[in-house]
């Protein structure tokens, strides 16, 4: 079942494109990581998803319902979490968090004692002594309380420490592993690979790709290292699937996709000291779709 299906999902402010014929679906109990940088249309297409903003064409579902139709109804069933975050300054978290509660007609009182405990959030601070990290953690209390089945997350870790970044993806683990259906955008390659099952990579307003996480990083690219005995000669590897390709004296480096069989016999006439065959981070595969 998906839970989050768009199709041909499209939002233009003016004559500014903020995305274009999206078209996506996330499947019931993964994570799907939604990446690209700052101005790609991620938070565009999440208040699209919210129902924030009406889309210029297209649609979109969550839950099998339309967002605009059946918005407010859906909304008791998501949690979400901007990327900022701006609450009643001279209310204590408590309250705050109590507050948000009343709204899902159910006593949360239990899953926030939780959730503070495990981010080390002061219940009993008033919103305006709070730190920038402080008030993301508030953020995803709020967002969490009230056990939702579809968690939304727009850039969550900013401001979090280290330490806080690393209890926040173990509890996003384990609400997964209990079911939740969890939608991660962020410009951060390294949280996407972290916990991600696919990725949809979106540019400039349009997706441009979405497949399986190990897809992407075990069966499309490889990473190559080599050293030669003398000076390497670069226009060896002027064939196609090689990308990302720097030769200084007697180093190679690479990235290749493509028949391994071919690159094994150009890499054969080469008279080598040593070589390395990786895997690629999610950062080298990103920066290919954008170059």
Same mark, same amino acid.
């Given at each position: 079942?998906? !839970?989050? $299906?768009?199709?041909? /999902?499209? #939002?233009?402010?003016?004559?500014? +494109?903020?995305?274009?014929?999206?078209?996506? &679906?996330?499947?019931?109990?993964?994570?799907?990581?939604?990446?690209?940088?700052?101005?790609?249309?991620?938070?565009?297409?999440?208040?699209?998803?919210?129902?924030?903003?009406?889309?210029?064409?297209?649609?979109?579902?969550?839950?099998?319902?339309?967002?605009?139709?059946?918005?407010?109804?859906?909304?008791?069933?998501?949690?979400?979490?901007?990327?900022?975050?701006?609450?009643?300054?001279?209310?204590?978290?408590?309250?705050?968090?109590?507050?948000?509660?009343?709204?899902?007609?159910?006593?949360?009182?239990?899953? !926030?004692? $939780?959730?503070?405990? /495990?981010? #080390?959030?002061?219940?009993?601070? +008033?919103?305006?002594?709070?730190?920038?990290? &402080?008030?993301?953690?508030?953020?995803?209390?709020?967002?969490?309380?009230?056990?939702?089945?579809?968690?939304?997350?727009?850039?969550?870790?900013?401001?979090?420490?280290?330490?806080?970044?690393?209890?926040?993806?173990?509890?996003?683990?384990?609400?997964?592993?209990?079911?939740?259906?969890?939608?991660?955008?962020?410009?951060?390659?390294?949280?996407?690979?972290?916990?991600?099952?696919?990725?949809?990579?979106?540019?400039?307003?349009?997706?441009?790709?979405?497949?399986?996480?190990?897809?992407?990083?075990?069966?499309?690219?490889?990473?190559?290292?080599?050293?030669?005995?003398?000076?390497?000669?670069? +226009?060896?590897?002027?064939?196609?699937?090689?990308?990302?390709?720097?030769?200084?004296?007697?180093?190679?480096?690479?990235?290749?996709?493509?028949?391994?069989?071919?690159?094994?016999?150009?890499?054969?006439?080469?008279?080598?000291?040593?070589?390395?065959?990786?895997?690629?981070?999610?950062?080298?595969?990103?920066?290919?779709?954008?170059?």
């Amino acid at each position: 079942m998906d !839970i989050i $299906e768009t199709k041909n /999902l499209t #939002k233009f402010y003016g004559s500014s +494109k903020g995305i274009e014929d999206l078209s996506l &679906n996330v499947k019931e109990g993964e994570i799907l990581g939604f990446i690209g940088p700052n101005g790609a249309g991620k938070s565009t297409t999440i208040r699209l998803l919210l129902s924030l903003i009406y889309p210029t064409s297209g649609s979109a579902t969550i839950f099998g319902k339309d967002v605009i139709k059946y918005g407010p109804e859906i909304k008791r069933q998501i949690g979400y979490m901007p990327s900022e975050v701006f609450y009643y300054e001279n209310m204590r978290v408590q309250e705050l968090l109590d507050y948000s509660a009343s709204f899902y007609g159910k006593d949360c009182s239990k899953r !926030i004692k $939780e959730l503070s405990g /495990l981010l #080390k959030l002061d219940l009993t601070k +008033k919103i305006d002594d709070l730190s920038y990290g &402080n008030k993301k953690k508030v953020g995803i209390v709020q967002g969490l309380l009230h056990d939702p089945d579809l968690i939304i997350l727009d850039e969550p870790t900013g401001g979090l420490d280290p330490l806080m970044q690393k209890n926040f993806f173990e509890l996003l683990k384990e609400e997964n592993r209990a079911g939740k259906t969890i939608f991660f955008s962020s410009h951060i390659l390294s949280e996407v690979q972290k916990i991600c099952d696919r990725v949809a990579i979106i540019r400039e307003g349009t997706l441009i790709n979405i497949e399986s996480m190990e897809h992407l990083l075990q069966n499309n690219y490889k990473r190559i290292h080599l050293t030669t005995a003398k000076k390497a000669e670069g +226009k060896l590897f002027d064939i196609p699937g090689v990308s990302d390709l720097k030769v200084e004296k007697n180093q190679v480096s690479l990235l290749y996709k493509g028949d391994v069989n071919t690159i094994s016999r150009i890499i054969a006439q080469m008279d080598l000291v040593d070589f390395m065959v990786g895997e690629p981070d999610l950062e080298e595969i990103f920066m290919h779709y954008y170059t």
